[in-house]
Each structure stands twice: as C-alpha cells, then as structure tokens.
C-alpha cells in the first residue's frame, strides 16, 4: 500500500513532468470531503462517483491524481489487481488526462506508477482495454511496451457497438512472458475473464 499521507512529490525520471509542474496525490490516504471526490473524478468523466467510490474501497493504491501547482486536476489513473495462479495482474480501468496537459508524458508517469503497484504485488502482467478505433491511444500503448493480446468483440456499447483490444506488457514475475502471447481468434466480452 501507498504511504499514508494524502499528498506526495514525483520526481518523473524521463517524460517532462517534474515536482514545480505537478503533484501526484494519492487517493488511497483518507478522503476529506465527497465534493472533492465529485470534482476530482466526475469533471468530464463517464463514471458515476458510485463507480470510483467502489473502486476506492477495493483497491486504493491503485489511484493516482496528478495535480498542477495551481490546483487543477491534470489526469488521473485507477485500477485493480484480479485474477488467480499465472492470471493475477494489474488492471488499468481508466486512464484520463485533460487536454491541456496531452502530450508532456504524465500518461506515461501515470502508467509506470500503476506498473509498479502492480509489480509490488507481485503480479504477472498489466492490462487494459482500448477502442480499436482509438489509435493515438494504441500507438502510446506500444510505446510503452504493451500488445494487442487480443481482440474483445463488441465491448464498448453504442450505435454500433465497437470492438476492444486487450492490451498487456508483462511485469518481471512472467519470467517467460506467457502472458503476452496473443491470441489468434477475438473474444466476446462474456469470454474475458
């Protein structure tokens, strides 16, 4: 788990982000006020504060929020650790970063930070899925070392509903890197485990 106190510097040991540009907070220290919750996580996002205080509860030193010297909220990440046996991994379930702060690597900082919880609990993989349509997302991932493990058919809901790739990088306890092996035929997400 995360140290206790709800504020920490980062110093970001390659992309641009250093401490006089940002903080990263950790969400998992104790929570001051639901409102804060409201304007950190529901400005301009897809999640209901139900979804993330769910998410808070189970798996607290999976969120990280980057916030600029003045205040404003850069970007945020969350996720979980799932599985069992050779399956137990890391889960990126939302990755966002504000428009205003594209392209300075804090999605990269924000991506190594959720590795390395998952790496301190000893998972064997990192995962998350993206829009097969969403290419500068897909590009960043490759950039940062993740495949396409597979395609989920029909994940995302809309008019039409669009297809999903699993994305993985393997963390150092898949000495083999069984876990990125890609599967050759898609998935239906009823078949994601």
């Known amino acids: 788990m995360l140290p206790p106190k709800a504020i920490r510097t980062y110093r970001s040991p390659d992309p641009p982000i250093h401490t006089d540009t940002c903080r990263l907070i950790c969400i998992g220290a104790p929570i001051r006020r639901t409102d804060e919750m409201s304007a950190i996580f529901l400005n301009k996002s897809k999640y209901g504060l139900s979804f993330y205080m769910q998410y808070l509860a189970h798996w607290p030193e999976y969120f990280q929020v980057a916030e600029s010297p003045s205040g404003e909220i850069m970007g945020y990440i969350m996720g979980k650790a799932e599985g069992h046996g050779e399956n137990w991994h890391g889960h990126v379930t939302a990755l966002t970063v504000s428009p205003e702060f594209r392209r300075l690597g804090l999605a990269a900082t924000l991506m190594t930070w959720l590795e390395d919880v998952s790496e301190k609990k000893r998972a064997y993989f990192v995962d998350l899925f993206v829009r097969v349509s969403n ?21 995302y809901s809309g008019d039409p509903d669009e297809d999903a790739f699993d994305m993985r990088k393997a963390l150092s306890r898949d000495v083999k890197k069984k876990s990125v092996i890609p599967l050759v035929h898609p998935v239906r997400p009823e078949e994601v485990d």
């Open 135 to 155: 290419q500068v997302a897909i590009n960043m991932y490759k950039r940062l070392g993740y495949i396409v493990y597979r395609t989920v058919l029909e994940y």
